[in-house]
């Protein structure tokens, strides 16, 4: 029985399919790298493994400039909604059941349009992380080195639905790039117990 139940559960427990989008192929292995320092701060028995999938090229869909930089530099972005489309694609076509992450050193920009006395304006802005139950997209452009991880690790706790802090309570916090100061470097009670108590609900259903 306790072999059977032990093996159910490993092939409940979640796995991260890595996809690296465009990049040197020097820090390939170091975006690899990046998710699994993420997964060290779960509880051991939320992630089975984290897997490479490949790498993605993608032309840019757009040329920002950042408004705070005086070199009026300008960069090559993705925009989220279309690179979300694309992964999903893959996932699709590889038939893939758990996470598939796109992760890339690229801004990926997001678009919004209001409505402005009459007219429609448009604004855009920096996503670091967007991560559903099925499909994620974490950006590193502009984050710091040690932050890198710590960003990974917010979107993956996104994807076992664990919600923002609106203080600098953990890794969940809201504004997490913009202090290097949490009360937990890791996740907090609170999360803790949300992450263990899935992974006990899993256990219990195996066990029914
Ligand atoms: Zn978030
Ligand atoms: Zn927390």
Redesign the pocket.
């Known amino acids: 029985m306790i072999s059977i139940f032990l093996h159910s559960l490993v092939l409940t427990m979640h796995s991260v399919n890595v996809l690296t989008i465009n990049g040197e192929f020097e820090n390939e292995v170091d975006l690899v790298r990046v998710v699994e320092d993420a997964k060290s701060h779960f509880p051991s028995e939320t992630w089975a493994e984290i897997r490479y999938l490949g790498k993605l090229r993608l032309e840019h869909d757009i040329k920002i400039a950042l408004s705070k930089d005086t070199h009026k530099r300008s960069f090559g972005a993705l925009l989220s909604e279309k690179l979300i489309k694309r992964i999903n694609k893959v996932k699709d076509s590889d038939g893939l059941m758990s996470l598939i992450l796109g992760v890339t050193p690229d801004p990926i920009v997001a678009m919004h349009y209001f409505l402005d006395g009459g007219s429609f304006k448009r604004v855009l802005y920096l996503v670091h ?1 967007y991560v559903t139950e099925k499909v994620g997209i974490v950006s590193l452009f502009r984050v710091r080195e040690n932050d890198s991880t710590r960003v990974v690790a ?1 979107g993956l706790g ?1 994807n076992r639905g664990l919600r ?1 802090h609106m203080k600098p309570i953990d890794l969940m916090y ?1 504004e997490l790039l913009k202090t290097s100061m949490l009360q937990v470097e890791g996740f907090c009670k609170v999360c803790r117990n949300k992450l263990e108590s899935d992974i006990n609900e899993v256990a219990r259903k195996l066990e029914e």
């Open positions: 992380d917010h996104h923002h809201s």
